[in-house]
């Protein structure tokens, strides 16, 4: 079992940064793939980074290519989503989750947090 909370959302100018983490309890932790995936006003889940549960291969959407950075620390049990040049259309829910499997669809990841709320202002 793996628990998940999300923080550092917030409300953020275009071009500004936020740095989310996602706090973990749970030793299948270390032992998994964690993912970020956000949820704009009105549209379904969609896919933003993962990272292998070494932290040795991320892969990320091409809308956040360049502009975020994933990362993870096992010893802390924590993931961090470094998002820099923020836009207004990276507006979102923003949910980690974890998972056996290095993956882009929600439907891979076993455990999920509770979201944390990003908004850029135009």
């Known amino acids: 079992q793996v628990h998940l909370v999300e923080s550092g959302g917030g409300l953020v100018q275009a071009g500004g940064s936020l740095r989310l983490s996602c706090a973990a309890s749970g030793r299948a932790f270390n032992n998994n793939a964690t993912g970020w995936f956000r949820q704009p006003p009105g549209k379904e889940r969609e896919f933003v980074a993962t990272?292998?549960?070494?932290?040795?291969?991320?892969y990320y959407a091409d809308s956040v290519k360049g502009r975020f950075t994933i990362s993870r620390d096992n010893a802390k049990h924590t993931m961090w989503l470094q998002m820099n040049n923020l836009k207004p259309e990276d507006t979102a829910l923003y949910y980690c989750?974890?998972?056996?499997?290095?993956?882009?669809?929600?439907?891979?990841?076993?455990?999920w947090g509770q979201g944390t709320q990003v908004t850029v202002s135009s």
């Open positions: 990272i292998t549960w070494s932290g040795d291969g991320t």
């Open positions: 989750a974890s998972g056996p499997a290095f993956a882009l669809r929600p439907n891979k990841y076993e455990y």
